[in-house]
């Protein structure tokens, strides 16, 4: 009776869990947009309800007790094809069972064990990948905008940082969702629907903005900077949590990243919309770029409404208007109509 009393709060804890809304918490979009697995994987229905309930138990219940996941399924044949051996040997004396027995098992353990290492050394390589970018981008970035450093290798600095990024986003994206399932317009519209709402795909639209563009703005960098710092802290905290230079250097620094990315959000968020406004302010310049102007202003209406970026650029436009209506309606009311117009079509 203790037992069943022991688990019954776990049960109801896992039926929570099952019952939440994901798709309307941005905190999921976000979480699963990070999460580095196969894209085979990504589309079994097992894998996903493990890592809602991982993302149940960071962020609405620490108390879950979330299970391993199981093996790969390429281990399930192996382990059902080990018992014929034994079942064959059983006419044989007890000595010899034993000793079949455990040979057999210890080939089934071999032979299960060996399809997940590859599983991990295929994830291991692409979270090395990602952070191996990440890495060499956050040094990049930090050249580009330290003051001491000469123009010409801060310029190239500066546009290598957006390529390094604009690369490691569309490799998520290849892993994570792969290429279209045909190359006519109806799979590619599909492809396309389920890959725009990702923060993988509004960066690499972010960075080719900048990249290709001759105003060099290193106010820019604060969002890639706040990536590349969230991507490196992850893994080193998943990877070397146990070394000595990791423990005496590094975990202060990775342990307050990962305990205030809702922070690297809020100031990546307002940075965009800020980049946006001088990017207005730069079309009463000689290096004026129209387009580049109309394409950021579309990506900022995207930010604004996709899962993964919309609570954090909500609530940043909310505080914009709280503070500026009111000087509107005071000094420059003739500005009511224009405003009124384009908050329609933003808000479509």
Known sequence: ??????EDPQK????AAAAYDYDNDPRWADYWSNVLIPPHLAS???????FKRKFYQRYIDPDLIVEPMSTSSSSQPSRTAAPPPQSSS?????SNTRQRGSGSSSRTSG?????????????WDRQTFQFSVNAWVFVVAVLAIFPLVPKNLSNRAYRLSFLGTACSSLYSLYSLYG???AWNMQALQVWFQSVIVTKDFIYSIYCLTFVSSQLCLKFALIPILCRALEHVAKFLRGNFSRSNLYMKYLEEPCVWVESNTTTLSILSSQAEIGLGFLLIISLFSWQRNI????MYWQLLKLMYHA????SYHQSAWATIGRNVNPLIQRYAPFLNGPLSAIQRWWLR
């Open 1 to 6: 009776m203790s037992g069943g009393e022991g």
């Open 12 to 15: 109801l804890k896992r039926i």
């Open 44 to 50: 079994r229905n097992d894998v996903v309800d493990h």
């Open 90 to 94: 059983s006419a044989t004396p007890n």
């Open 111 to 123: 032979a299960s064990t060996t399809p997940p290492s590859n599983s991990t050394s295929l994830r």
């Open 179 to 181: 290429k279209p399932r």
């Open 291 to 294: 387009i580049q102007a109309f």
């Open 307 to 310: 899962p993964a970026t919309a």
